[in-house]
């Protein structure tokens, strides 16, 4: 079955410290998004990536940083985490040639403070 | 460039009454798929729906849509909402990248 594993899934870190979202697919699949989501709102892309060692930013990309060092793993990187970004963070992965179909990671709960 | 609009940010409706949230897209792509997913309080996003034939329902966990692409639209509906129906949903387009809609908000009263 398609997996997406997220780590960590929850995370407290401090305001101007350095944050590492990790994501890892075994779906063999060429794209890989990350998107975050507010409290009673939709997802939001931040960056996605569809081939290793090339990312591309999403509709909300400033504050985030993404690498791609694999097909595999997908990074979020905040350099200097504001109390902004306080959010749950959803990795994704699809393949347009199998149709499409997003599968979801769980989910990391951030919380900065 | 591609898009995905759903008007309604939130729908709010009594149990056993008729759901319809709409969804209309763009784009220059012939074999388009589109898919309504559910995201529960808590959970990640799941796939309800999915479909790239013009004119042919799709169906699934009672809800249906059917795409039109004459009017680039595929709106999901059900007969009779329940309560555990009220979640966030999200139309989405896939070509060679996939879009997400803004989501609407389904809360169902009793």
């Known amino acids: 079955e398609a997996a997406v594993t997220q780590s960590p899934r ?42 290793a060692d090339s990312t591309e930013k999403g509709d909300i990309p400033d504050g985030y940083k993404a690498s791609r060092p694999s097909q595999e793993n997908f990074s979020l990187i905040l350099e200097l985490a504001s109390l902004s970004q306080t959010a ?4 994704a992965s699809s393949d347009p040639g199998q149709g499409g179909e997003v599968f979801f990671g769980k989910g990391t709960r951030l919380t900065v403070v | 460039g591609d898009s995905v609009t759903q008007k309604e940010g939130l729908v709010t409706l009594t149990e056993g009454l008729p759901v319809m949230l709409n969804c209309t897209y763009q784009t220059i792509y012939s074999n388009a798929f589109l898919f309504w997913y ?32 004459s009017s680039s639209s595929f709106h999901l509906q059900k007969s009779s909402a329940q309560l555990s129906d009220s979640a966030l949903y999200y139309c989405a387009l896939s070509t060679y990248k996939v879009i997400f809609g803004k989501g609407t908000h389904l809360h169902v009263l009793p």
């Open chain 1, 88 to 91: 749950v963070y959803f990795c």
């Open chain 2, 38 to 69: 559910v995201h529960y309080l808590n959970e990640s996003p799941r796939l309800l729906l999915k479909s790239s034939t013009d004119n042919k329902r799709t169906e699934h966990q009672g809800f249906h849509a059917t795409l039109h692409k």
């Open chain 1, 10 to 51: 929850s995370k407290v870190a401090v305001t101007g410290g350095k944050v590492t979202l990790s994501c890892h697919q075994t779906n063999n699949h060429d794209y890989m998004y990350w998107y975050r989501q507010d409290t009673g709102h939709g997802l939001r892309l931040i960056h996605y990536s569809y081939v």
